[in-house]
């Protein structure tokens, strides 16, 4: 094993590369990184439909994007602000979803790497009652 610094100056010992070959070869791994992709390639396409859709609209129905729905606020203006809501919205999804099923198997696999028994780290802030 080799030692290097890490991003607070600490020395940790580097697994050698075989333990890193195992454990993308185990389950745990293989779990997270469908976990992974089964929430970013589903959400990706959805936001990409729903992007495409404001700009097809845009440009295709005029007469419905210009329709006014209150002073000078029309449906395209609407439709274009929902995209950030939209991108927010999406974040957080994310965020719930590593906390609850990302973040407990990564840790899991750091302990396993670490050799240690996998618990939670200082990193994250627990919930306060």
Do not use: C
């Amino acid at each position: 094993m080799s030692v290097s610094k890490d991003r607070v100056g600490t020395h940790r010992e580097r697994p050698a590369d075989d333990r890193y070959l195992r454990i993308e070869e185990s389950e745990d791994f293989r779990q997270l990184r469908r976990s992974f992709r089964g929430f970013a390639f589903p959400m990706t396409a959805a936001f990409l439909a729903w992007y495409l859709l404001y700009v097809v609209a845009s440009g295709w129905l005029r007469d419905f994007m210009g329709t006014k729905l209150w002073g000078n606020i029309n449906v395209a203006y609407v439709f274009g602000l929902l995209q950030f809501v939209t991108t927010f919205v999406i974040a957080w999804l994310y965020w719930r979803h590593a906390e609850r099923r990302l973040d407990p198997l990564a840790e899991r696999i750091r302990g396993n790497l670490e050799g240690s028994t996998g618990q939670r780290r200082g990193h994250r802030r627990e919930k306060v009652r």
